[in-house]
């Protein structure tokens, strides 16, 4: 063992000290083994300690900056959307509304005077100024979800009933029959929870099958051990090609002609924000021409 004077051992303890400050200063195992005595191996051990220590402390206060980084940047964006959102509900609608005011104006008034194919892009023009319009929308729709959420108790059953009620006249123009199963109370934001059920019911009296009586199904079990509830609404409709069940969630993306189903591309794009808002998950299970099922799930957030 080599034989140091006090002095000496509290100039290097100094000199550790100084190290550890910068973050610079490692006390390798040789240095512990050659302290003159118990007691200063056990300084030098707790040296080490301290700086391994300040390490670790260093490496989370990173992490929480770097957290705090984050919410920052979302709070910037956040800021931006809301923006966006201003000028989508006002500056961008209002051109679309002068354009298809004024070409039904030139239909209306000068409609007789103009050939079949300046009609016929008259009826363009208005027929894509209302779609741009329904797109303006339903993304500012998408936008908002969540922005104003009130979490309460929900009576699924009652919701699903309600829902039915707004879509009666669908309904019965198609002469769907809906069953439902005893759905449960849970806790989770109303209206968007509202707008899910509405969506997806909605789709399945769309996309039928010519000529056929849409039967749609909606039933609900309890996952006890997660604390969240998985939801099916089942149609019988032309279904979808297993290539296309992840696409499908994505904003703006249409599997069929505007022509042979109208629509914006937005809807499941909605029902996918309002699950992951009840923190779940949505997915499809279908067989092309044979019909489909959507899955999701949803947490009941009263202890969340």
Sequence with gaps: MINKTETDFLSEVFEYILGISKGECTI???????GASDNEKRILQGLSYLHEDLKFNKMELVKA???????????????????????ASHDLQEPLRTITNFSLVLKKNYGKDLDSAANQYLDFIIQSSERMRNLILGLLGFSRLGKESVLTEV???????????DLQASIAEKGAIIT?????????Y?????????NLISNALKFRKKDNVPVIHIFCKKNKDRGEYTFCVRD????????HHDKIFILFQKLHHQEDYKGTGIGLANCQKIVELHQGKIWVKSTYGEGSSFFFTISDLKNK
């Design 236 to 243: 019988n409709g032309i279904g979808i090609e297993e290539k």
């Design 190 to 198: 109303k209206l968007e929870l509202r707008q899910l059920f509405q």
């Design 155 to 165: 009576n699924c059953q009652q919701l699903i009933q309600n829902v039915q009620m």
């Design 65 to 87: 900056m770097e957290a705090e980084y984050q919410i920052k940047s979302l709070e910037v964006k956040n800021k931006q959307l809301e923006q966006f959102n201003y000028v």
């Design 180 to 188: 439902v199963d005893k759905l449960p109370n849970l806790w989770g």
């Design 28 to 34: 390798d195992d040789d240095a512990i083994l050659n």
